[in-house]
């Protein structure tokens, strides 16, 4: 897909999705370019009046945007119940919507706003679309900065054949909670996500993976032509 049309399949998804978001919610806001367009459009209803709401950024990238679009943030740790969460994704398998996320180096932040919401959605282009889970995106996992190297190769034994995430700089990427990301393209294709699933989890050093195995409510795919298909449909 071309720039433009990405865009444009970005932008109508996320139109799709802010006509969820009610005066009154609590939000959890996503990390990404798709994203970007949902916290955009929030904030052009916020300045058009008639919505008010309170939101809960997943990274400083989108809590920087939203500070600039006029919309209220509660960044306190304590993480009150929200009413809907929408973010972007890095796979979605079309027939059972569960995700990989994390390319976006938000992982553990999504997951934890996805948790405390009563309602999730996802946004995205129809690139991520999938058959099956791990097609298209390899698989992130956010790590403890400590005894990193020995979380590594657990997940090497596992067979992910994990690779530490760099910057553009070179350095190891720090998460905005301090952590690091090791991705693993090893575990491509998916066999069993669920089992994998709970190994990572037994891991001591894992602080989140990205696979997303809980029922998305609804996705909403954007195609190059403007177009949505809901997901769903
Ligand atoms: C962030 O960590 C990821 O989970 C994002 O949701 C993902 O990278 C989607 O980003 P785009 O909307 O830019 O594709």
């Known amino acids: 897909?071309?720039?433009?049309?990405?865009?444009?399949?970005?932008?109508?998804?996320?139109?799709?999705?802010?006509?969820?978001?009610?005066?009154g919610m609590r939000l959890g806001l996503g990390t990404g370019t798709?994203?970007?367009?949902?916290?955009?459009?929030?904030?052009?209803?916020?300045?058009?009046?008639?919505?008010s709401i309170v939101a809960v950024p997943t990274s400083v990238r989108t809590a920087e945007q939203a500070r600039a679009q006029g919309i209220p943030l509660d960044e306190s740790d304590v993480?009150?119940?929200?009413?809907?969460?929408?973010?972007?994704?890095?796979?979605?398998?079309?027939?059972?919507?569960?995700?990989?996320?994390?390319?976006?180096?938000?992982?553990?932040?999504?997951?934890?706003?996805?948790?405390?919401s009563r309602r999730f959605v996802v946004v995205c282009d129809d690139g991520k679309l999938s058959e099956r889970l791990g097609t298209r995106?390899?698989?992130?996992?956010?790590?403890?900065?400590?005894?990193?190297?020995?979380?590594?190769?657990r997940l090497a034994e596992l067979g992910g054949a994990p690779s530490l995430r760099v910057g553009d700089d070179g350095a190891p990427f720090v998460t905005d909670g301090g952590n690091l990301i090791y991705d693993c393209p090893g575990f491509r294709p998916l066999g069993d996500p669920f089992t994998l699933d709970?190994?990572?989890?037994?891991?001591?050093?894992v602080l989140a993976h990205g696979l997303f195995l809980a029922p998305v409510e609804r996705c909403m795919v954007g195609h190059g032509d403007g177009r949505v298909t809901m997901l769903p449909g």
């Open 34 to 51: 798709t994203m970007r367009h949902v916290v955009d459009l929030l904030g052009a209803r916020m300045r058009g009046g008639g919505l």
């Open 198 to 205: 709970r190994r990572l989890n037994a891991i001591a050093g």
């Open 1 to 23: 897909m071309d720039p433009a049309s990405a865009e444009r399949a970005k932008r109508a998804a996320a139109e799709f999705a802010t006509a969820l978001v009610e005066d």
């Open 79 to 116: 993480l009150a119940p929200l009413d809907l969460a929408i973010d972007g994704a890095d796979e979605v398998e079309r027939g059972t919507r569960r995700l990989i996320k994390g390319h976006g180096g938000a992982l553990l932040r999504e997951k934890i706003v996805m948790e405390a």
């Open 137 to 153: 995106a390899s698989l992130p996992v956010e790590v403890a900065r400590f005894g990193h190297g020995a979380t590594g190769r």
